[in-house]
């Protein structure tokens, strides 16, 4: 049973004042009572988060203040940039470049940025909204997302929600470059770039060098490495060819290596527990025919599932493990994905306008970055040995909802 809403949690109201220069005192409240109807567990959905205040604020009130006020988004992401570097000391790290769908039915293409698209996770065609993320983790306690960018078709059949309006197409590639700079141009450190096969093109790399960024890509198996010919080849008519290389496949390639690093957890001799070896890693410094430079390459091989990646760096000094623990840290992403879509609801936000779909993504970003701070608190602060997972956090919210909402009950007299 959802309990109603009593108060706004203390840790959720300071850590949105960030946003109080950007809006009027009414709008900064309408965003507070939804943020916590968000938390507590209510869906997206203005109607139920209006009756989780006990109809506090109208549906049409909810509605107006995401699509209709006079805001400005760009300042308020500014603004959250600004508290998150006076938040964390951030040094290095890692940059996690990652895009979601968020799905729609087909009664909702008047929602700002459904298209339909194939998704490569249930193989058909679906009406959804696709998103790229960047993400921000220091490899340990520190989490938050830093920026987002709606994906827009290039062709396609057009959109109810379109009305005439020309969108401008940005691959996801782009959009993750365009995101990247604002976030150096904010502030934000220089860290490693973590992306999955999607990313690793060359107008991606070339664009990580131009931003002096390192990087460690997933790439794909059908890439060929270029290996000094055997003998010089000639063209047709007898002069030296310009391309004095031959192509290999990345697994013929390796299957010359005959050395390998097992990669996995060491016996403990107080537990008992034997070693476990999660992957046999091959590594080797090579240059591809899909992209120019040099790149250290490693080959991580899942002998429990049989399952082969390849990962690739500009780093040509990193060490095999070090390789494959940094890219690791992607998994922080597909967390944040996760908590997004189920504890704060984020695939039911059925908003329709460009501004109020900009909005919910940004309430969305915000929320996980005080969740993620709370977690963090609970643990330099040394209140707790191990830190507190993000659903531990919401349901202790919950928590002292409930019994805010009984002393409410017992207490007092008009409510």
């Known amino acids: 049973m959802k309990i109603p809403c009593v108060e706004r949690p203390e840790w959720l109201v300071v850590g949105l004042s960030f946003l109080q220069p950007a809006m009027t005192t009414i709008q900064w409240n309408n965003l507070t009572l939804i943020a916590t109807a968000l938390v507590l567990g209510s869906r997206f959905n203005l109607s139920e988060i209006s009756r989780m205040w006990l109809k506090a604020k109208g549906v049409s009130t909810l509605s107006y203040f995401f699509s209709e006020i006079d805001i400005s988004i760009s300042e308020m992401q500014k603004l959250y940039a600004v508290r998150v570097m006076q938040t964390y000391s951030l040094s290095g790290g890692y ?65 109810p929600w379109q009305k005439e309006e020309q969108f401008v197409h940005k691959t996801k590639n782009q959009l993750a470059l365009e995101m990247l700079q604002w976030a150096l141009d904010e502030g934000f450190p220089k860290a490693t770039v973590l992306a999955d096969s999607w990313f690793c093109v060359e107008v991606f790399i070339k664009g990580l060098r131009k931003l002096k960024l390192p990087y460690i890509l997933e790439a794909k198996n059908s890439y060929k490495i270029k290996l000094p010919c055997k003998s010089p080849k000639l063209t047709p008519t007898g002069r030296l060819a310009k391309k004095q290389f031959d192509l290999k496949s990345l697994a013929d390639y390796f299957e010359t290596i005959a050395s390998f690093t097992a990669c996995g957890f060491e016996r403990d001799l107080e537990t008992g527990k034997p070693q476990k070896v999660l992957y046999h890693a091959k590594i080797a410094t090579v240059r591809f025919n899909a992209f120019a430079g040099k790149h250290r390459v490693v080959q991580s091989i899942d002998p429990a599932q049989g399952t082969t990646k ?39 936000a059925t908003i329709r306008s460009q501004q109020g779909v900009t909005l ?17 608190k609970s643990t330099t602060e040394g209140s707790q040995k191990e830190s507190l997972s993000i659903p531990s956090i919401v349901r202790q919210a919950q928590a002292e909802n409930m019994l805010a909402f009984i002393d409410k009950i017992q207490n007092d007299e008009e409510f």
């Not at 895009?99 to 009664?107: V, W, Y």
Request: charged share 20%; hydrophobic share 40%.
């Open 95 to 159: 940059y996690l470049i990652d895009d979601t769908m968020q799905h729609h039915s087909r009664f909702c293409r008047w929602i700002h940025g459904v298209c339909c698209l194939y998704d490569h996770v249930l193989h058909t065609n679906i009406q959804s909204k696709c998103i790229v993320f960047l993400y921000y983790n220091d490899g340990v306690l520190i989490k938050f997302p830093i920026a987002f960018r709606i994906f827009y078709k290039e062709a396609g059949k057009p959109m």
């Open 360 to 376: 919910s993504l940004c309430l969305v970003s915000w929320i996980d970055f005080l969740l993620h701070y709370e977690n963090y």
């Open 310 to 348: 390849y990962l690739i760096t500009n780093q040509l000094h990193f060490e095999t493990l070090k390789i494959i623990s940094a890219y690791s840290n992607r998994w922080v992403v597909e967390e944040f994905f996760r908590n997004a879509k189920q504890l704060s609801d984020m695939e039911g």
